[in-house]
């Protein structure tokens, strides 16, 4: 299976600065079939990026996704208050669909 | 407005059995393919299982497999997981997702229930 590892594990910044999270996979992953979801505590996953750089319905365009075959990267300009959370990338393009383990992104 | 309510959830002996069931609403559920992925307490998240908008194919993770399974009545908008052998480490909110329309292709989870929490334990 497709292991994905994120970096870093806690990113602690303040509201306004910008983010760069990563995720690189253990090997291609198949027609950049990557996803990006935000998890605040007691809540679902919410659906940010998918295809490696196709904003969701409804996503503020300060979230951008990039990369292909390894490496990815979700970018968040400017952080808002609400931007706070755990943030986890997915591949889908192998089965079984494989999770990084998350980037926290803390209020410093 | 897509509404996916998870139900089923709650304290199982080690060995037993639930069913999970996911209500869909909001949408045309019969179109779309679905997703359950659960998340342990203080962990990351694990997808568990998938199902075609017919319910014709399915696919598990290696840790279900065998012991698991995923079903749909696309006449009540209901996702089912039938978990069977239940252990310690199936303990988590499980969550019921949806997936694309797009028939043959690898999908990721658009929209997510609030999970139910599952608990194996003696």
């Known amino acids: 299976e497709i292991v994905l590892t994120q970096s870093p594990g806690t990113l602690s910044l303040s509201p306004g600065e910008g983010a760069t999270l990563s995720c690189r996979a253990s090997?291609?992953?198949?027609?950049?079939?990557l996803a990006w979801y935000q998890q605040k505590p007691g809540q679902a996953p919410r659906l940010l990026i998918y295809?490696?750089?196709s904003r969701a319905t409804g996503i503020p365009d300060r979230f951008s996704g990039s990369g292909s075959g390894t490496d990815f990267t979700l970018t968040i300009s400017g952080l808002e208050p609400e931007d706070f959370a755990v943030y986890y990338c997915?591949?889908?393009?192998?089965?079984?669909?494989?999770f990084g383990q998350g980037t926290k992104v803390e209020i410093k | 407005e897509v509404h996916l309510v998870e139900s089923g959830g709650g304290l199982v002996k080690p060995g037993g059995s639930l069913r999970l069931s996911c209500a869909a609403s909001?949408?045309?559920?019969?179109?779309?393919?679905m997703t359950w992925v659960r998340q342990a307490p203080g962990r990351g998240l694990e997808w568990v299982s998938s199902?075609?908008?017919?319910?014709?194919?399915?696919s598990y993770a290696d840790s279900v497999k065998g012991r698991s399974t995923i079903s749909r009545d696309n006449a009540k908008g209901l996702l089912y997981l039938q978990m069977n052998s239940l252990r310690a480490e199936d303990t988590g909110v499980y969550y019921c997702?949806?997936?694309?329309?797009?028939?043959?292709?690898?999908?990721?989870?658009?929209?997510w229930g609030q999970g139910t929490l599952v608990t194996v334990s003696s």
């Open positions: 997702s949806r997936g694309t329309t797009v028939q043959g292709s690898p999908d990721y989870s658009d929209s």
């Open positions: 909001g949408f045309t559920f019969k179109k779309y393919k």
């Open positions: 199902i075609t908008d017919s319910g014709g194919y399915m």
């Open positions: 090997q291609s992953v198949s027609s950049s079939c």
């Open positions: 295809d490696a750089s």
């Open positions: 997915q591949q889908y393009g192998t089965s079984p669909r494989t």
